[in-house]
């Protein structure tokens, strides 16, 4: 089990938990995610936006969520990870873009590609802007920040999929990397294809074990637990079907995913 050490309120729906030391999540590559149990609840996915300290970045959306989200210092939480595989940081130039919390799992990332001296471009799209998430921290690492909100109370008044389609197609980037909702994960992707730039993106599907056995995260010949979360494009183009299409829940039907 691990402690809870800080909590910190990004919006008023979102929070990042840091957790205690752990060496593994230090050595984590970005991208990769951890299953976190709730005693009493529920053990949900969920990216790691920190490596050191460890901590995860989340939105109150249901029950196990909700009792993330009213956790303070000193409780315990069980953690199993890093699972799954992350980014490859490719190129001297790259573009990250993020939607809603979506972004946090970037950070790492950012942070990995800074030091490296890497010249990183980050747009991060919200609703509005009391929902932005990481703004400052990802200002202060990256080449360039751009921030749109869809009702233009901060920033550009647009949709992060539309600014990033503008930029992959003016500027040249090596590598296109994305999070977030999946109707604007596709868009980043078929800019990408179009313009020929390769492209990582993060993908979430209904995930029970987290580590390949029970088959919930299908997404075609994929699981997303243990091939993924994170998808480049000749991953991507075989499972054009399901990718921005649909979904499984947890009884394994189909639904549509978030657009
Ligand atoms: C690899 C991965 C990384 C993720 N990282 C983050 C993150 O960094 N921050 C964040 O806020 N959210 C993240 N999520 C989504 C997060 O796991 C769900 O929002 C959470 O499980 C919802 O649980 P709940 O009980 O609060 O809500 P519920 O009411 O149970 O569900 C709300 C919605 O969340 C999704 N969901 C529920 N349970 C699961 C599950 N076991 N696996 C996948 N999706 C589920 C479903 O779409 C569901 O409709 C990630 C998901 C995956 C697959
Ligand atoms: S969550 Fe069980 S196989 Fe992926």
Redesign the pocket.
Known sequence: MKRVEKVFAETSTVKTIFLSKDEEISAATPGQFLMVWIPGVDEIPMSISSKTPPGITFRKVGEATDALFKLKEGDLLGVRGPLGKGFRLEGKRILVVGGGVGVAPLFPLVEDASREGVEVHVIIGARTGGALVFAERMARLSSGLVVLTEDGSVGFRGMAGDFAEKLIREKSYDQIYACGPEGMLLKVFQVAEEVGVGVQIALERY????????????LGQY????DGPIFDGNMLRRVLDEFGVFRRDSYGCKEKVER
């Open positions: 995930m029970k074990c987290g580590i390949g056995i029970c088959g919930s995260c299908g699981l997303v637990c243990k």
